[in-house]
Nanobody, 121 residues
Framework: QVQLVESGGGLVQAGGSLRLSCAAS????????MGWYRQAPGKQRDLVAT???????NYADSVKGRFTISRDNAKNTVYLQMNSLKPEDTAVYYC???????????????WGQGTQVTVSP
């Protein structure tokens, strides 16, 4: 069994910062790309940022220059540092990881349970 557990969400004023963490645990052989997505009420789930095993990053235009994704491969953990937060960043943030459970299995997409980020004006 594989689990992704997120932490670090909360309520912050506009202009503030939050740091999200997501740790993968369980039967894991290796992890490919890890990332963060978000879903605001009544909207679809959108990409925020991704990072490959080697550290190549990709960001949504709306967060470039404000958010930074990083990962610790030894800890199977991905982080999202969010600075200069805006009310429009309010959403449930989901961690995602492309995980290979054994040397003989194909990669599979796993999702965390989500963590609420609320930015007040």
């Amino acid at each position: 069994q594989v689990q992704l557990v997120e932490s670090g969400g909360g309520l912050v004023q506009a202009g503030g910062s939050l740091r999200l963490s997501c740790a993968a645990s369980g039967n894991i052989f290796s992890i490919n790309t890890m990332g963060w997505y978000r879903q605001a009420p009544g909207k679809q789930r959108d990409l925020v940022a991704t990072i490959t095993t080697r550290g190549t990053t990709n960001y949504a235009d709306s967060v470039k220059g404000r958010f930074t994704i990083s990962r610790d491969n030894a800890k199977n953990t991905v982080y999202l540092q969010m600075n200069s937060l805006k009310p429009e960043d309010t959403a449930v943030y989901y961690c995602n990881a492309d995980i290979i459970r054994t040397i003989a299995t194909a990669p599979y997409d796993y999702w965390g349970q989500g963590t609420q980020v609320t930015v007040s004006p």
